[in-house]
């Protein structure tokens, strides 16, 4: 802490922040005294992986930082493109001989199972499944924003509609039932 301290303090960053620290570290890093303190987390965070709602999100929210997530798609899943039984799309993640491995735990057939049966709520709100999981992360009041990977500028254009979007939180309520079996697995 000291010396990232000195960093914001030498004028090289203006800010600190963490990634993936567990809540014994953000408590532990906040009861230092004199040093700078962070203003971002970047966990991963999705309709899939909730984990940093449990202390993560409480005590930085307690302590005025914001959450930066990664893999708010669960690694594209939560896009819907792959499918149960399916071939894997040749161009995507789960294909990629360097990323492919990363991506087994969302892979399952029962998460793949559970995803498609969020297509008709993404429906129902009018969005794509993208937008409506992305919708999902940013309905956190203490995520600033969602890191996303895109392929092509359709994705991202697709994407970044989600920020705007306006969700029943009934549907949400439903998607969280839906995943929450094979949730609890994944984690």
């Known amino acids: 802490m000291e010396a990232l301290s000195e960093v914001v303090r030498a004028g090289k960053a203006r800010w600190i922040g963490f990634s993936e620290w567990s809540p014994v570290q953000i408590e532990a890093a906040f009861a230092i005294p004199g ?12 309709l899939l992986w909730r984990r940093p ?3 993560v999100i ?3 929210a307690a302590n005025g930082v914001s959450q930066i997530v990664w893999s708010p798609l669960a690694q594209g899943v939560l896009s819907g493109k792959y499918r149960p ?6 161009d995507s993640r789960g ?3 360097s990323m492919g491995s990363t991506m087994q735990t969302w892979l399952r057939p029962e998460i793949l199972q559970a995803v498609q049966r969020l297509k008709p709520l ?10 409506f999981s992305l919708a999902w ?10 890191i996303v990977g895109a392929s092509r500028p359709e994705q991202l254009e697709e ?16 998607a969280e039932a839906i995943v929450a079996d094979v949730r609890q697995a994944a984690s």
């Open 35 to 46: 040093v700078e303190t962070f203003v971002s987390s970047q966990p991963q965070y999705s």
């Open 53 to 55: 709602e449990t202390k």
């Open 58 to 60: 409480p005590i930085c």
């Open 85 to 90: 039984g399916a071939a894997l799309p040749a």
């Open 95 to 97: 294909a990629s001989d």
């Open 122 to 131: 993404a429906e129902e709100a009018g969005c794509s499944l993208s937008q």
């Open 137 to 146: 992360v940013l309905r956190e009041p203490n995520v600033a924003s969602a």
């Open 159 to 174: 994407n970044a509609a989600a920020s705007g979007l306006k969700i029943d939180p009934a549907l949400f309520e439903r």
